[in-house]
Structure formats: C-alpha cells, structure tokens
C-alpha cells in the first residue's frame, strides 16, 4: 500500500528556535496534504490543509505564521514551527491523499508515523 | 456541534470475545466517507476500515466490521475475536462532500484494552 514517511519522529528542542517536520508520499503524488496535532489522550485537530503549488488553508485558531506550510512538489509538503514554545510540544501528524477520487470511492487517508515535539 | 462522536472513552473486552465500539456522526451531505483508524501507543494511525455513504452493504475486512445505519447516522465497529494487539485508540472518522479534498474530521477516540 501507500507509504507516507514522516521525519523526525522525535524532537526537542529549546523554546525560541524552530522546528520542521517533513511528510513524504513515497510511492504515491500527494496532491493534499493536511496536517493534524494531537495532544495527549486527544483526539486529532486538522491544523491545514496543504495543496501542491499553492498556499495552504489554516483552520481557524491556528496562526499561519507560526505553523508555516510548504508544499513545493507533489511528494514532500514541510511544517516548520517557528519560535517554538513550550505549549507548542504535541504529536504532530500529516497524511495525504493522491488523485482526485470523489469519496464514494474505496479513498482512504495514508498517515505519516507522527512527530512528538517536546519545547523545552 | 460534534460531527463525530464516540460516546465511550475506554472499553473492555476479554480476549477472543467480540466488542463494538460506538460512533454516530452529523451530516447534511448526501456524500460521505466514514473511516476506523486504529492507534496504537507508537503513535501511528492504521487504517482499517471504510463505509460510503452510498454503500448497501456494510464494510467488512477481516475482523472488522461496520455496522452502517444511515438513519440513524451510526457507524459502529466491530471487532470480532479480540486479540491482545488490539488493545489501542480506536478512532471513527468522516469525510464530507465528494471533492476528495476534505480532510477527515475525528471523534475523540476510545480506548479498548483486551484482556487475556
């Protein structure tokens, strides 16, 4: 099956500095990607959803400039948390789909293996 | 309001026993996906089944399966002879409209602990 790769699966980091995850479709062109963040026991909160070539789209509450999104080519998208702080530590987690099925299509999400940010 | 909600946070079942665990969703879509993830405490996010809206039959793979009722808009998920591997997050998940673009929207989760 498809295979998402997320990178690193684990970072600390010093509050101030920033941090970027990478998620990879590596068998697949992922022409969306969404970015979800997951505190602990919690359920998963769509931060943005991430289209190849053009700028992502932010759910509400969650600062772009903060939590910047690159989606240069239709297998690498990037989250880089800037200025990290200590409330930004989480379980962040993309996925990604290919082509342009409509959903009553067999369409499942492919999910990256997860990044735990720990902001000292 | 909720679009997915999963009214049990954790869950028992005693090893080869069948369990259900609840999910109902909120819609006004006539096209939607429902999806079960499985999360284990590595973090990663299985996919182990999916339901259209459109579906007659109810999903079935392998020792899951989805207890589809449209009208009563519940997507229940049963596992069928409980292994110890099963214990994790179970988390129901639906994705509205057919633009393929939506992202999924998840419950809460339940957490289901086998039992030898």
């Known amino acids: 099956g498809a295979v998402v790769s997320q990178h690193p699966s684990r970072v600390i980091c010093k509050s101030g500095t920033s941090v970027k995850i990478e998620c990879r479709s590596l068998d697949f062109q992922a022409t969306t990607m969404f970015w979800y963040r997951q505190f602990p026991k919690q359920s998963l909160m769509l931060m943005a959803t991430s289209n190849e070539g053009s700028k992502a789209t932010y759910e509400q509450g969650v600062e772009k400039d903060k939590f910047l999104i690159n989606h240069a080519s239709l297998t690498l998208s990037t989250l880089t948390v800037t200025s990290a702080h200590p409330e930004d530590s989480s379980f962040y987690i993309c996925?990604?789909?290919?082509?342009?099925?409509?959903?009553?299509?067999?369409?499942?999400?492919?999910f990256g293996s997860g990044t735990q940010l720990s902001v000292l | 309001a909720q679009k997915i909600t999963q009214t049990q946070p954790g869950m028992f079942v005693q090893e080869k026993e069948a369990v259900t665990l609840d999910c109902t969703y909120d819609t006004s879509d006539q096209s939607y996906g429902l999806f079960w993830y499985k999360q284990p405490s590595s973090g990663e996010m299985i996919f182990l089944i999916y339901?259209?809206?459109?579906?007659?039959q109810n999903a079935t793979e392998g020792r899951y399966s989805l207890n589809f009722q449209k009208a009563r808009k519940s997507a229940n998920l049963v596992i069928s002879a409980s292994q110890l591997g099963d214990s994790a997050m179970y988390f129901c998940?639906?994705?509205?409209?057919?633009?393929?673009?939506?992202?999924?929207?998840f419950g809460k989760g339940t957490r289901l602990s086998v039992i030898a």
């Open positions: 998940a639906m994705r509205e409209g057919n633009t393929g673009n939506t992202p999924l929207v």
């Open positions: 339901q259209g809206s459109y579906d007659e």
């Open positions: 996925s990604a789909r290919g082509g342009t099925g409509s959903v009553g299509t067999n369409e499942k999400l492919f």
